[in-house]
């Protein structure tokens, strides 16, 4: 009798385990269409889930609402403080400006190495083996354009025109490695220091400003212009800003480590510039072969 039990139970745990695995079989299976059980089971949990999510989604969509227009406001407020700093430093530009000219006109003085006139160019053209070295522009010598002269963008001043023809004119980066070329540069404080963009530093990116003196007080922030000096270049061309000064391995100068305003590497628009005042003659700006500009 006991065996009669023993036989019985492993024939309703092994009926079990047929039924189990048929009908996860069953249920693994792909189905065109549910069994009503299911289709109630999933309905109701789905008109569950919609009753819960719906008025959740829209208390944290009310409450992004409020960050977002907090957000907006203290935006606004930023923009309007600018927008008068903006408007207030028009206004003393202005009057500058003004007071400048009427100086100028007591003097008797008619121009300055800050004047200069500009044209508009686009790049048409790069080099990708030189892509820090030059550019090719679509003005030439039929537009006015010659040697030498300045190349800026929005952020800052890029380089010159090094070679000119009829309808193009191919310019030189400032972080082209050509020793030969130097422009004169004012690092601008509370008293004026001057030196020579001379060189590159390609692993930093930063442009080296040379030939400042060691007495010279030089900081981290200050902005560094052209000088107007150098003959062919005016003056206030934005270059970059020093963020590093380094004394040379004699001790007798300083080079300034100054991070351009322009970007070399992504170039599509530029003005050329015309300097206004009289070019002085190239044999009484230097004695030597290197180009001061």
């Known amino acids: 009798m006991p065996q009669f039990f023993l036989n019985k139970r492993l024939i309703v745990l092994l009926v079990s385990i047929i039924i189990l695995v048929a009908l996860i079989g069953f249920s693994l299976r792909e189905r065109s269409k549910l069994t009503w059980p299911e289709q109630f089971v999933k309905d109701t949990a789905g008109w569950v889930q919609s009753l819960v999510s719906k008025p959740t989604n829209y208390i944290a969509g009310f409450f992004e609402n409020l960050e977002d227009l907090q957000n907006t406001y203290e935006e606004n407020k930023e923009l309007k403080t600018r927008v008068d700093k903006i408007a207030s430093l028009e206004a003393e530009v202005q009057a500058l400006k003004k007071d400048n000219q009427e100086l100028r006109d007591i003097l008797g003085e008619k121009k300055s190495l800050?004047?200069?006139?500009?044209?508009?160019?686009?790049?048409?053209?790069?080099?990708?083996?030189?892509?820090?070295?030059?550019?090719?522009i679509d003005k030439g010598k039929l537009k006015g354009i010659k040697k030498n002269m300045a190349v800026?963008?929005?952020?800052?001043?890029?380089?010159?025109?090094?070679?000119?023809?009829?309808?193009?004119s191919t310019v030189q980066l400032l972080?082209?490695?050509?020793?030969?070329?130097?422009?004169?540069?004012?690092?601008?404080?509370?008293?004026?220091?001057?030196?020579?963009?001379?060189?590159f530093d390609d692993k930093e990116k930063l442009l080296l400003i040379k030939s400042i003196p060691t007495g010279a007080k030089v900081k981290k922030g200050q902005k560094v212009t052209t000088s107007g000096l150098g003959g062919v270049f005016p003056g206030g061309l934005m270059i970059g800003t020093v963020v590093d000064v380094k004394t040379d391995q004699y001790g007798l100068n300083q080079t300034a480590l100054v991070k351009p305003g322009a970007d070399f590497y992504d170039i599509?628009?530029?003005?050329?510039?015309?300097?206004?005042?009289?070019?002085?003659?190239?044999?009484?700006?230097?004695?030597?072969?290197?180009?001061?500009?």
């Open 175 to 199: 972080s082209a490695m050509d020793p030969k070329n130097r422009i004169s540069a004012v690092v601008q404080g509370k008293t004026d220091v001057y030196g020579f963009v001379q060189g």
């Open 114 to 136: 800050r004047d200069y006139e500009t044209q508009q160019a686009t790049v048409i053209g790069r080099n990708p083996d030189r892509w820090h070295e030059m550019i090719i």
């Open 152 to 168: 800026i963008t929005a952020n800052g001043l890029i380089g010159k025109v090094k070679s000119v023809n009829q309808f193009s």
């Open 268 to 293: 599509q628009n530029v003005m050329i510039i015309k300097r206004s005042m009289t070019q002085p003659e190239k044999a009484d700006m230097s004695t030597g072969k290197e180009e001061e500009l």
